[in-house]
């Protein structure tokens, strides 16, 4: 993520209603954003949708709640992580996820030799959406956002050990589930 001062100043300056400071917040995180919320959903139309509300509740939040001497990234993820949880909560009513809806999990398209490994990332991406959503958004924080247990548990709003713990504790369930012979895309 990077420039957690340069975040910081950015985020005062747009919470005191400096459009262009919010402009680049966004430019800055909109990735990392969408992709939590992809890799939480499985639903690139979910994911497009949460990544901006969650940057409409940022912008909302700026200016009241947002504390500048703490790092931006973890009070930004714990936002996108909240309303994923509301989401995923609503839509889990009488269906599971991913049984209505193609993944929308990215693979980079290649020769026969990557029909297998996209398998693997189809099959990681239905397992990672069969784990409770803790463990699935510390996963994901760790593994596809490359955050620190730091910055996981401030964004989870847990202690240090229990975000390693939820980190592990997912890739055991995950390696579980995809099997002895699969490998996770480089997770597992």
Known sequence: MGGMAEDSQLA???GQGD??????LVAKHQEAVF???LRMTGVYQDAEDLAQDTFLRIHAKLGDSYDPERPFAPWMFAICLNLVRDHLRKKSRGRKLYEQE???IEHAPGPEEKVADAQSHHNLGLCLAELPVSLRGAVVMRYYLDLS???IAAAMGVSLSTAKMRVYRGLDKLRAMVG????GGGIL
């Open 102 to 104: 193609q993944p929308a």
């Open 180 to 183: 002895n012979g699969a490998q």
């Open 19 to 24: 459009m262009e400071a919010f402009s680049m």
């Open 12 to 14: 005062t300056q747009a």
């Open 35 to 37: 992709n939590l919320a």
């Open 149 to 151: 247990f730091a910055d």
